[in-house]
C-alpha cells in the first residue's frame, strides 16, 4: 500500500513520536511511504535548530534520521514554515534573514505537493494535535 | 467502503469523541489514541456515549497509551494495537479519518 | 479519475490561522483542477457567518478566501446543520453558500470520497 504520512505538530508533541513509529512501522510492513509532509506547527518538526535534553527522546533528530537512511521525500509546507520561521538557505536570503534552519533532507515546497502525494498514494494518515 | 477514524483528544475537553460518534458509519473503526483513550475508562461519560452509538462499529486503541495511563480495558469491547496492527488496520479500510 | 478528497474543517475563524490553513489546502486542490469537498463542523461552521468583523482583530478577512473558491472550482460546500444548531444559529444566514446536511447525510459524504483531511 502506499501511504502519505501528513505530520502536523511539533516533536514536542506524542502525536509527532506517534507519526514515526507509524511510519517505521509502515516501511517495516513493506509498504511504500510516497511523501511525509509536514504542515501546519508540523514544519517546527523539520528544523535544525532543536536542543534536546541528554534524558529524553530526541524525536527530531530520529525523524530526521529515518527520512534520509530511507531516502524519503520529506516535504515542508514553504507558507506554513515561513510564518514559522523555519527557512532554509534560499528563503534566509530571499527575506535577509540571520540563519537557515531547514533539516537536512526536508525541502520547502507547496501544497500541491501533497495533492500530488495523494493522486499518486492509496491511503493518507495524518497526526495532529497532542 | 469502511473508514477509520482517528482520535486522540481528550474526550473531556475536545468534541472529537462526541463528533465522531454523530457521523460513524455502520462497519467503520474508531481507533483512540493519545489522550483519546480516556475514553475507555469504564464509567465514565465518555465510555456511556461509546456504548451508546446505534451504528455497528469496531473499537481499537493504541496499547502504548492505554498502558501509559494505567487504563483497564477488561470490560470494555476495544481491540488494542501495536504499531504492526495499527498499519495493518489502515490498509484494511478504504480510508483514514485522523481528527485533529 | 482523480482521487476526490473531503476536506473536514473544524476551527473557528478567529482562533488561531488553522482555519485559514485549511483552506489553503482547498484553494490548492482547485489550482490543480482536483476534487475537492469542504465539509464545515463543529467550530468550522462559524467560518460561513454573516456579519463578521475581522478589522476589529486585525486579521485578514477569511470569508474573502472563502468566496475566492468558486472561482478556484471548490464548488461542493456543505455545513454540519446540527453544528449550526447546537451554536444558536440554525435560522442564521450564511455569508457563503454551504448546503446544510444531517449526520446521515455527512456519513454518505465521507463515504463519497477516496481521502478525507480533517483540520
Redesign the interface.
Known amino acids: 500500500?502506499k501511504?502519505v504520512i501528513s505530520v502536523?505538530s511539533p516533536s514536542t508533541a506524542?502525536?509527532t513520536r506517534?507519526a514515526l513509529?507509524?511510519a517505521?512501522?509502515?516501511l517495516?510492513?513493506g509498504?511504500e511511504i510516497v511523501r511525509v509532509f509536514f504542515?501546519?506547527d508540523g514544519v517546527l518538526s523539520a528544523s535544525n535548530n532543536i536542543v534536546v535534553a541528554q534524558d529524553q527522546q530526541n524525536i527530531t533528530q530520529q525523524w530526521q534520521t529515518f527520512i534520509t537512511e530511507n531516502q524519503l521525500d520529506a516535504v515542508v509546507c514553504i507558507?506554513?514554515a515561513l510564518?514559522r520561521g523555519v527557512l532554509d538557505q534560499t528563503e534566509a536570503q530571499r527575506y535577509g534573514r540571520e540563519a537557515a534552519n531547514l533539516a537536512e533532507g526536508y525541502q520547502l515546497s507547496?501544497?500541491?505537493q501533497?495533492?500530488?502525494g495523494?493522486?499518486q498514494a492509496e491511503?493518507?494518515?495524518?497526526?495532529?494535535?497532542? | 467502503m469502511t473508514t477509520l477514524h482517528?482520535l486522540?483528544?481528550s474526550p473531556s475537553t475536545a468534541t472529537q469523541l462526541k463528533s465522531c460518534l454523530r457521523v460513524v458509519s455502520s462497519g467503520d473503526g474508531i481507533v483512540l489514541?493519545?489522550?483519546a483513550v480516556q475514553a475507555l475508562r469504564a464509567g465514565s461519560v465518555a465510555a456511556q456515549q461509546l456504548q451508546a452509538c446505534e451504528r455497528g462499529y469496531r473499537l481499537y486503541a493504541?496499547q502504548e497509551d492505554v498502558q501509559a495511563r494505567g487504563i483497564d480495558t477488561a470490560t470494555m469491547p476495544v481491540t488494542l494495537l501495536d504499531?504492526?496492527a495499527?498499519?495493518?488496520l489502515?490498509?484494511d479500510y478504504a480510508?483514514?479519518n485522523?481528527w485533529? | 479519475m482523480?482521487?476526490s478528497?473531503l476536506l473536514i474543517s473544524r476551527q473557528a475563524p478567529w482562533a488561531g490561522?488553522?482555519a485559514a490553513?485549511a483552506l489553503?489546502?482547498a484553494l490548492?486542490?482547485g489550482?490543480?483542477d482536483?476534487p475537492l469537498s469542504i465539509l464545515f463542523m463543529d467550530d468550522g461552521v462559524l467560518q460561513l457567518l454573516d456579519q463578521q468583523q475581522p478589522l476589529a482583530l486585525e486579521q485578514k478577512d477569511l470569508s474573502a478566501n472563502l468566496q475566492a473558491l468558486p472561482m478556484f472550482g471548490i464548488e461542493q460546500l456543505y455545513v454540519a446543520q446540527h453544528c449550526l444548531t447546537e451554536r444558536g444559529l440554525a435560522e442564521s444566514p450564511l455569508a457563503i453558500a454551504a448546503e446544510r446536511l444531517d449526520d446521515q447525510q455527512i456519513q454518505q459524504l465521507i463515504r463519497a470520497h477516496d481521502?478525507?483531511?480533517?483540520?
Do not use: W
Open positions: 500500500m501511504f502536523l506524542p502525536s506517534r513509529r507509524f517505521q512501522a509502515a517495516a510492513a509498504h504542515y501546519q507558507a506554513a510564518r507547496g501544497l500541491g501533497l495533492h500530488d495523494l493522486q491511503r493518507f494518515i495524518s497526526f495532529g494535535g497532542e | 482517528i486522540n483528544a489514541c493519545g489522550e493504541l504499531y504492526p495499527f498499519v495493518a489502515c490498509v480510508r483514514v485522523s485533529t | 482523480a482521487k478528497v490561522i488553522a490553513e489553503d489546502i490548492a486542490a489550482a490543480f482536483l481521502y478525507v483531511v480533517t483540520l
